[in-house]
């Protein structure tokens, strides 16, 4: 829909500082949730994510270990549904602060060995397209951990991988164990309870040789910590250290245990026995509020100066461009309104000057575009639309009023502001079509109600039977497709008509001069004044001012990055308008003054034109996600031609408005006789 539907597809919304770096918080009504010591504490799974297919998968079409009965699905929002997220339950059993070493999940056939000339099994599939798991405890997402010899790293997006390509073999092994770490905050008020505030898991591969138990609880050993006896579906011929039951004293699992000589890891293929560690340790430092922090700003990992770098070189664009204008249009202008507006003296009417410049096209300066004043209405009024959605939700977003903890919100709030707005979408094109002196207003009307809507709920039907024929959770129900077809229809669509009732019971637009009968003819342009250079050049420069911005959006798109910097967004979107704003007027002042009063549709496209360089960049970004699929390509270009388009329509509003007004006033100023 816009470079904005880019943040909010996978990610939710906090308040961030303009200063500082992200500063998460909850807003009055979410309660945290406080747990007493042995409460159980749920591990729930969500869809699992690839940069190199872009298509997420349901996370038990892998063969895991499920939950007794199966899983069970959360109850979902419209915006989880239309990000992606399919949140599960699962089999791992945690207790809160009960340390479990070893635990035991189950035993599960993972499928027949990699062999040349043979098909590979799921779960190699998923590992040579690196699918990683997003788990989820206490609705905080896992951050992932990973150890060699040397460096311990954690990160907090894109989850933990699957499994791992072997350097050696180019063999695909799976990651079996998983080191549960969780971090708690005793709570001020009830020393008796706790709050969960960091979430990591440490992934391995450890090739268990077991023997099938006959009964799980026969054998069962005493835990060390309490004498709750803990489940085991398997006797571990080959234990570590931590999954040793017999030893006095265990150790949680560690690097140096699982690549231990003479271990090795699990290959993704026959039965595999997945096991786990869970670690509670406290964090004193760490409050409840604030846990969200470091996830947010992806532990400092793009730092705020390089957002305040990007909003400087903006600024740079724009004060270039300001001083172009105060050089060239105010001293022009000034210079244009002395001559216009004096008196001729009798030598002057004697030889007859003729006048040059803007105000010879002065009676044809408003004339109603030559080219479909109806398709101009309705782009006008989609992009007023849109760009009343993209403010009201950046907004809201920077403000902190769409909280993290709630999935979905922030794609949920931008599609109901779109719905919302219909009415300034049909009051701005029934303006506007009046304006044009067009007849057919139920056309434009319907125009506006269907045609944008239409054309993205097309390319999204298409876009959710690719995701559907490769099995993909990005697939919406038919159910949420009923949903979107109510707001359109039953919202939006009575708004849009709601908005152009009101428009065309106002007044045209009122023009400072009339239009004579018959066109004048226009001279020859020269080649810098063409629409392929005007095109060329207004839209290079906004997109230079937020292009930085926009790869870090796309990063929280496509690589399952975090973008909660709103308030740098909202600076740089206030900085990308006035700069379409300021190449607009100063393009449709040159055309002017070439005699040339055809500026209603070059000024749309002049500041329109950024959204083919969004797309244009589209192509140059997609070799960072390494994609070899047909239907990656599909998704892919397809969601980026939907928010170019939408990025065309919301700046093209923008640079036709700004030349209206500019028109009206500096042809007002002036004297025609």
Same mark, same amino acid.
């Given at each position: 829909?816009?470079?904005?539907?880019?943040?909010?597809?996978?990610?939710?919304?906090?308040?961030?500082?303009?200063v500082?770096?992200?500063?998460?918080?909850?807003?009055?009504?979410?309660?945290?949730?406080?747990?007493?010591?042995?409460?159980a504490?749920?591990l729930?799974?969500?869809?699992?994510?690839?940069?190199?297919?872009?298509?997420?998968?349901?996370?038990?079409?892998?063969?895991?270990?499920?939950?007794?009965?199966?899983?069970?699905?959360?109850?979902?929002?419209l915006?989880?549904?239309?990000?992606g997220?399919?949140?599960?339950?699962?089999?791992?059993?945690?207790?809160?602060?009960?340390?479990?070493?070893?635990?035991?999940?189950?035993?599960?056939?993972?499928?027949?060995?990699e062999?040349?000339?043979?098909?590979?099994?799921?779960?190699?599939?998923?590992?040579?397209?690196?699918?990683?798991?997003?788990?989820?405890?206490?609705?905080?997402?896992?951050?992932?951990?990973?150890?060699?010899?040397?460096?311990?790293?954690?990160?907090?997006?894109?989850?933990?991988?699957?499994?791992?390509?072997?350097?050696?073999?180019?063999?695909?092994?799976?990651?079996?164990?998983?080191?549960?770490?969780?971090?708690?905050?005793?709570?001020?008020?009830?020393?008796?309870?706790a709050?969960?505030?960091?979430?990591?898991?440490?992934?391995?591969?450890?090739?268990?040789?077991?023997?099938?138990?006959?009964?799980?609880?026969?054998?069962?050993?005493?835990?060390?910590?309490?004498?709750?006896?803990?489940?085991?579906?398997?006797?571990?011929?080959?234990?570590?250290?931590?999954?040793?039951?017999?030893?006095?004293?265990?150790?949680?699992?560690?690097?140096?245990?699982?690549?231990?000589?003479?271990?090795?890891?699990?290959?993704?293929?026959?039965?595999?026995?997945?096991?786990?560690?869970?670690?509670?340790?406290?964090?004193?430092?760490?409050?409840?509020?604030?846990?969200?922090?470091?996830?947010?700003?992806?532990?400092?990992?793009i730092?705020?100066?390089?957002?305040?770098?990007?909003?400087?070189?903006?600024?740079?664009i724009?004060?270039?461009?300001?001083?172009?204008?105060?050089a060239?249009?105010?001293?022009?202008?000034?210079?244009?309104?002395?001559?216009?507006?004096?008196?001729?003296?009798?030598?002057?009417?004697?030889?007859?000057?003729?006048?040059?410049?803007?105000?010879?096209?002065?009676?044809?300066?408003?004339?109603?575009?030559?080219?479909?004043?109806?398709?101009?209405?309705?782009?006008c009024?989609?992009?007023?639309?849109?760009?009343?959605?993209? *403010? %009201?939700?950046?907004?809201? $977003?920077?403000?902190?009023?769409?909280s993290? !903890?709630?999935? /979905?919100?922030?794609?949920? &709030?931008?599609?109901?502001?779109?719905?919302?707005?219909?009415?300034?979408?049909?009051?701005?094109?029934?303006?506007?079509?009046?304006?044009?002196?067009?007849?057919?207003?139920?056309?434009?009307?319907?125009?506006?109600?269907?045609?944008?809507?239409?054309?993205?709920?097309?390319?999204?039907?298409?876009?959710?039977?690719?995701?559907?024929?490769?099995?993909?959770?990005?697939?919406v129900?038919?159910?949420?497709?009923?949903?979107?077809? *109510? %707001?359109?229809?039953?919202? $939006?669509?009575?708004?849009?008509?709601?908005? !152009?009732?009101? /428009?065309?019971?106002?007044? &045209?637009?009122?023009?400072?001069?009339?239009?004579?009968s018959?066109?004048?003819?226009?001279?020859?342009?020269?080649?810098?004044?063409?629409?392929?250079f005007?095109?060329?050049?207004?839209?290079?420069?906004?997109?230079?001012?937020?292009?930085v911005?926009?790869?870090?959006?796309?990063?929280?798109?496509?690589?399952?990055?975090?973008?909660?910097?709103?308030?740098?967004?909202?600076?740089?979107?206030?900085?990308?308008?006035?700069?379409?704003?300021?190449?607009?007027?100063?393009?449709?002042?040159f055309?002017?003054?070439?005699?040339n009063?055809?500026?209603?549709?070059?000024?749309?496209?002049?500041?329109?034109s950024?959204?083919?360089?969004?797309?244009?960049?589209?192509?140059?970004?997609?070799?960072?996600?390494?994609?070899?699929?047909?239907?990656?390509?599909?998704?892919?270009?397809?969601?980026?031609?939907?928010?170019?388009?939408?990025?065309?329509?919301?700046?093209?509003?923008?640079?036709?408005?700004?030349?209206?007004?500019?028109?009206?006033?500096?042809?007002?100023?002036?004297?025609?006789?």
């Amino acid at each position: 829909l816009l470079v904005l539907l880019f943040a909010s597809m996978r990610t939710a919304t906090v308040l961030l500082s303009l200063v500082t770096g992200a500063h998460g918080f909850y807003l009055p009504g979410v309660n945290p949730q406080s747990f007493s010591e042995g409460d159980a504490v749920k591990l729930k799974v969500n869809k699992m994510t690839s940069q190199k297919t872009l298509l997420p998968v349901d996370y038990y079409r892998l063969p895991f270990c499920q939950p007794p009965g199966g899983p069970q699905m959360d109850h979902e929002n419209l915006g989880e549904f239309l990000a992606g997220d399919r949140i599960e339950s699962s089999p791992y059993r945690l207790a809160m602060k009960v340390d479990m070493y070893c635990e035991q999940v189950c035993i599960t056939n993972l499928g027949r060995g990699e062999m040349k000339g043979v098909s590979p099994n799921k779960m190699v599939r998923a590992i040579r397209k690196n699918y990683h798991n997003n788990w989820i405890v206490d609705n905080i997402p896992a951050a992932s951990k990973v150890e060699d010899d040397r460096t311990v790293t954690t990160r907090y997006w894109q989850g933990f991988p699957v499994g791992f390509i072997s350097n050696d073999n180019k063999k695909a092994y799976v990651h079996n164990h998983v080191n549960i770490e969780i971090q708690y905050h005793v709570v001020e008020t009830d020393p008796t309870k706790a709050r969960i505030v960091r979430f990591t898991v440490e992934p391995f591969s450890i090739k268990h040789e077991f023997e099938a138990s006959a009964d799980d609880d026969d054998d069962a050993a005493v835990d060390q910590e309490g004498g709750s006896k803990p489940f085991k579906v398997a006797d571990i011929l080959n234990p570590i250290e931590s999954c040793n039951s017999k030893l006095a004293t265990r150790e949680h699992t560690k690097y140096e245990m699982v690549y231990a000589r003479g271990r090795e890891p699990q290959e993704a293929a026959g039965r595999v026995l997945f096991t786990y560690d869970v670690i509670w340790t406290e964090n004193k430092e760490l409050h409840w509020a604030s846990r969200w922090d470091v996830y947010l700003s992806m532990d400092n990992a793009i730092p705020a100066r390089v957002h305040w770098l990007s909003i400087a070189n903006s600024l740079v664009i724009v004060i270039v461009l300001s001083a172009m204008i105060a050089a060239i249009l105010v001293r022009n202008l000034r210079r244009d309104f002395s001559r216009y507006n004096q008196l001729a003296s009798d030598e002057e009417k004697a030889e007859d000057l003729e006048e040059f410049g803007w105000k010879l096209v002065h009676a044809d300066v408003f004339r109603p575009p030559s080219f479909s004043p109806l398709l101009l209405a309705v782009a006008c009024g989609t992009g007023a639309q849109l760009l009343c959605m993209t *403010v %009201l939700t950046i907004i809201f $977003s920077a403000m902190g009023f769409l909280s993290p !903890a709630n999935r /979905g919100a922030l794609i949920m &709030a931008q599609l109901l502001l779109y719905v919302l707005m219909g009415v300034v979408a049909g009051y701005v094109a029934a303006r506007m079509y009046k304006t044009f002196k067009g007849k057919s207003w139920q056309k434009a009307t319907a125009a506006t109600a269907f045609g944008f809507p239409g054309v993205t709920f097309g390319m999204f039907l298409i876009m959710n039977i690719v995701a559907l024929s490769q099995g993909s959770s990005d697939a919406v129900p038919v159910t949420t497709m009923i949903v979107l077809l *109510v %707001l359109w229809f039953g919202i $939006s669509t009575p708004l849009v008509f709601f908005g !152009a009732y009101f /428009g065309y019971k106002q007044d &045209a637009i009122e023009f400072p001069v009339n239009t004579s009968s018959i066109p004048r003819q226009i001279p020859d342009q020269p080649w810098f004044m063409g629409i392929p250079f005007t095109l060329m050049v207004g839209g290079i420069l906004p997109f230079g001012a937020c292009f930085v911005e926009l790869y870090f959006i796309m990063a929280s798109v496509w690589m399952d990055q975090y973008y909660y910097v709103f308030a740098f967004l909202f600076l740089v979107f206030v900085i990308l308008i006035v700069t379409c704003a300021e190449i607009t007027v100063l393009f449709n002042y040159f055309q002017l003054c070439g005699e040339n009063y055809h500026w209603w549709w070059r000024s749309f496209c002049c500041a329109g034109s950024t959204g083919l360089y969004v797309f244009l960049y589209s192509f140059a970004y997609f070799k960072q996600l390494e994609a070899n699929q047909l239907a990656t390509y599909v998704l892919y270009f397809g969601y980026m031609a939907l928010a170019s388009l939408g990025l065309f329509l919301m700046t093209g509003f923008v640079g036709v408005s700004t030349c209206l007004w500019f028109n009206k006033t500096i042809y007002g100023s002036i004297k025609i006789d």
